[in-house]
């Protein structure tokens, strides 16, 4: 299972590409509403969730959290507690975290990414404590899959997909819709 956190203000492109290429692989992909069943975007665009934040599992068929960007979507992402708990969740018991523009302050704000590469959205470096900035386009690092921003979306995607699944599976998707 991978969740897809949707809080308002959220990049829309951050999240629904990323959803897109994932179903694609042929991932279990929920959208979950953070502020409500339906979720406005930083631009204006109502997305309706799959479930909300109340109907989210942490168990054993979790395998990844992604995290889309835009403003004032990560801060209010930052500032719910389900979404703590999820990113906690994920850290203690071996999953994959995916954070891309502002989302990755998240996991800095929490010590995760110290020691690792990462990359964000210019000017959140600072937010990203001890990691190792690269700015690419998108950047796996053990557990944690971080992406530039919204024109990186598609790179972002296939870097879930290559870390749920793996490389040649990345690549198969990334053929078939005509990215490389």
């Given at each position: 299972?991978?969740?897809?956190?949707?809080?308002?203000?959220?990049?829309?492109?951050?999240?629904?590409?990323?959803?897109?290429?994932?179903?694609?692989?042929?991932?279990?992909?929920?959208?979950?509403?953070?502020?409500?069943?339906?979720?406005?975007?930083?631009?204006?665009?109502?997305?309706?969730?799959?479930?909300?934040?109340?109907?989210?599992?942490?168990?054993?068929?979790?395998?990844?959290?992604?995290?889309?960007?835009?403003?004032?979507?990560?801060?209010?992402?930052?500032?719910?507690?389900?979404?703590?708990?999820?990113?906690?969740?994920?850290?203690?018991?071996?999953?994959?975290?995916?954070?891309?523009?502002?989302?990755?302050?998240?996991?800095?704000?929490?010590?995760?990414?110290?020691?690792?590469?990462?990359?964000?959205?210019?000017?959140?470096?600072?937010?990203?404590?001890g990691a190792e900035i690269t700015?690419?386009?998108?950047?796996?690092?053990?557990?944690?899959?971080?992406?530039?921003?919204?024109?990186?979306?598609?790179?972002?995607?296939?870097?879930?997909?290559?870390?749920?699944?793996?490389?040649?599976?990345?690549?198969?998707?990334?053929?078939?819709?005509?990215?490389?």
């Amino acid at each position: 299972m991978v969740y897809v956190f949707l809080a308002e203000g959220f990049e829309v492109t951050e999240a629904l590409a990323p959803v897109d290429i994932l179903r694609r692989a042929g991932a279990d992909v929920k959208t979950v509403g953070v502020t409500g069943k339906t979720v406005t975007s930083s631009h204006k665009v109502p997305v309706v969730a799959d479930i909300t934040k109340d109907e989210i599992l942490l168990n054993d068929e979790l395998e990844l959290i992604v995290l889309p960007g835009g403003m004032p979507g990560a801060n209010n992402l930052e500032a719910d507690e389900t979404v703590q708990k999820a990113i906690d969740f994920c850290v203690e018991n071996d999953r994959f975290v995916g954070a891309i523009c502002a989302a990755p302050k998240i996991l800095g704000h929490k010590g995760l990414l110290n020691g690792r590469k990462a990359t964000c959205f210019p000017g959140f470096e600072q937010d990203l404590e001890g990691a190792e900035i690269t700015g690419e386009p998108a950047v796996t690092d053990g557990k944690f899959i971080t992406g530039k921003g919204a024109g990186a979306a598609l790179d972002f995607g296939f870097a879930l997909v290559a870390a749920l699944f793996d490389e040649d599976k990345a690549a198969k998707v990334s053929s078939n819709m005509q990215c490389r």
